[in-house]
């Protein structure tokens, strides 16, 4: 199958790509687009045998839920149906956030396919604040399922090239929209009566999580104190020094994500203190390092890529996974990571680091 690649970068070729890009849809064919996190392979949500093309062209396993794409915030009483106690909790957080990169899941209503929820009794939802995304969906006038425009377990595309790579030979589109503002993919949450479980960490962060939350509580009084967040991070083993105290009404949970997401075909390492590491310079091996603001002097590495020269979190995790991607193409023997603050962004940023290293750890 020849895969076109379609710019939108004026309102001509914008116009004829949502054109070409609603077509292949309404055939039943998925197509991949570019959204505000990373680039998504998407196919009409409702229909089971355009959403099966999506697992087919990634391998993925059927188990793996999607994310459902909505044209419209009022696509969200068609396709979830929200208990009146989470109500407030997700008016909120929709207020907040929506259009953008948070996923919320919610029970879902019998009309979502059960290919698309793998089953379960909840489905992912979100809206896209990318303007050619918007236009597609708009255009199309239907939920979009589209999982990020990998092939399964790889790292998620950020710009049309990656997905070339990608997916090139088994979908016929992708809409050219440059590369993704966040680069990571979208915070999801679960919302479970008046309470949040971060299922994945992202752009959205554990503290604008909280301040909904605490604000919806404020107004709504009798909504009690129901979790100790503190316990949740101990059970993972992992610290958020970062993540106040104050963050009560989230819980952070590990979700049904297989360890191996986001993996790099080359091994990785993640190193805490990069500056003080002495690379074994005997040995014959090539090195790479995957810094966080400064390339370590006189350390002997093929080849150092710096996620952001200033240490700002927003630009490293924009360039995270085209860095990843870069050194993953360096015909390294091993690639070190540095790890980064663990704030605000830095706790996705991190995670994503961990599950690209998890196979590495003995
Ligand atoms: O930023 C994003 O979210 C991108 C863009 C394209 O929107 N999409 C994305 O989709 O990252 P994907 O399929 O790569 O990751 C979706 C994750 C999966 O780990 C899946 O297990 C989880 O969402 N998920 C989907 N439905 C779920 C549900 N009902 N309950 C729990 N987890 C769910
Ligand atoms: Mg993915």
Sequence with gaps: METRLAPTHTPETLHQAVTAAVAELQAGNPVALPTETVYGLAADALRPGAVVKIFEAKERPLFDPLIVHLPSEDWLERI????????RLVEGLIRRFWPGPLTLVLPRRDNVPDLVSSGLPTVAVRMSAHPVFNSVCSAFGRPLAAPSANRFGRISP???QHVMTELGGRIPLILNGGATEYGLESTIVKVEGSVLRLLRAGPVTPEGLGSVWRSVKESQAEIPNEVDVSEFFEKLGITFPAIP??????LIEAPGQLLTHYAPMTPMRLLPRPLDFVPPTASKRRLGL???SQAPAGKDFTQVEILSATGDLREAAATLFAKMRSLDEGG???IYAEAVPETGLGIAIMDRLRKATVQNVQ
Excluded: H, K, Y
């Design 332 to 334: 390294l023997d091993l």
């Design 158 to 160: 950020t710009t049309a």
């Design 290 to 292: 995957l810094a966080f």
């Design 80 to 87: 979830t149906a929200i208990p009146p106690r989470s109500r």
């Design 245 to 250: 105290p104050s963050n009560e009404g989230l």
